[in-house]
């Protein structure tokens, strides 16, 4: 229970450090708010009464309690481009984005994990060769840029999906998931050889190990062994990387929402911070921060439940 409240107190600061930076990031870099929504032409009178308005006039300390203590409520002001609050603009684009996620690390888990146990379990074969080669190839892809190629591939060519065919959850469920199958392939593959290739690493490692020969010396079978014994501790590296996966995909989702033309949390950040509309962007960060955090956590405690000889300290 202590390393429960020790990690989520961690958690805590480590949030309120990541709002800190944003918040004072984004109020000292060169740029006028109340100018770029008023525009080049608008008065002296006119700036300064929205400043006031957006409360810019006052002290810094005083704005970054008042937004924090607003935020703990669900409350992260209102969009300055927008004029709307801007929790209501981020909760409109979240499903889409989550749904994303979850299909990347979904499709992320089912290609890696079993073509990885597969390539070590028939290491030095052809199998394992090809797997290889093409996992190498498919690890040298950024996401941007496997998304291009699924696009071309699969809409263009194979027309599977329609380019820039975008269909919101509440219109049309089907329509909406099959669409969101090619972006979340975009983001997962790349994470997919990673994985794959960690995974086979740690396997081979393991093969050497006293343990193993003891298991083999028992009488076990090559299966047996391999899916009895070796298989567990050598997903444990992969468990460890798996937070570090999650933060990555995370900021390659906002890359491949450009390329699919999906109105994600991804897209309204890239736009916001064109048009300097600081509490969406804010927002969303500090969202993008917790998720990072959460995500890491829960890898911490899956890593301690899958080998209960971690110390919990």
């Known amino acids: 229970m202590k390393y429960v409240i020790k990690k989520l107190l961690s958690c805590a600061i480590t949030l309120l450090i990541v709002a800190l930076l944003v918040f004072v990031a984004f109020s000292i870099i060169p740029g006028d708010p109340a100018l770029s929504r008023l525009g080049t032409s608008a008065t002296e009178s006119s700036l300064a009464a929205l400043r006031e308005q957006m409360g810019l006039n006052r002290p810094l300390p005083v704005r970054f309690v008042e937004w924090l203590l607003a935020a703990l409520k669900g409350d992260f002001g209102t969009s300055y481009s927008y004029n709307i609050p801007v929790s209501s603009m981020i909760m ?19 290609i890696s994990i079993p073509l990885g146990v597969y390539a070590s379990y028939k290491e030095g074969t052809w199998i394992d060769r090809v797997i290889q080669i093409i996992n190498q190839v498919i690890m040298a892809v950024p996401p941007f840029f496997s998304g291009i190629l699924i696009t071309l591939i699969f809409g263009v060519t194979f027309r599977f999906f329609r380019v820039g065919g975008f269909v919101a959850p509440g219109v049309d469920m089907g329509r909406f998931l099959s669409y969101m199958i090619f972006p979340s392939l975009s983001i997962a593959l790349p994470k997919s050889a990673m994985i794959l290739n960690l995974l086979y690493g740690s396997l081979n490692s393991e093969k050497t190990k006293d343990y193993i020969r003891t298991a083999y010396s028992r009488g076990n079978s090559s299966k047996a062994v391999f899916f009895g014994h070796m298989l567990k501790n050598a997903a444990m590296p992969v468990i460890t990387f798996l937070g570090m996966v999650i933060a990555d ?21 890239l736009t916001s911070i064109q048009n300097r509309d600081y509490p969406v962007v804010e927002a969303i960060i500090v969202m993008i921060a917790a998720v990072v955090l959460v995500s890491n956590l829960l890898v911490d405690f899956l890593y301690r439940l899958v080998d209960p000889r971690v110390e919990k300290k």
Request: hydrophobic share 60%.
């Open 92 to 110: 409109s684009k979240i499903p889409i984005t989550v749904t994303m996620m979850i299909m990347s690390l979904f499709f992320m888990l089912i």
């Open 249 to 269: 995909m995370i900021a390659g989702s906002i890359i491949i929402e450009q390329v699919f033309g999906i109105p994600g949390l991804g897209r309204i950040l």
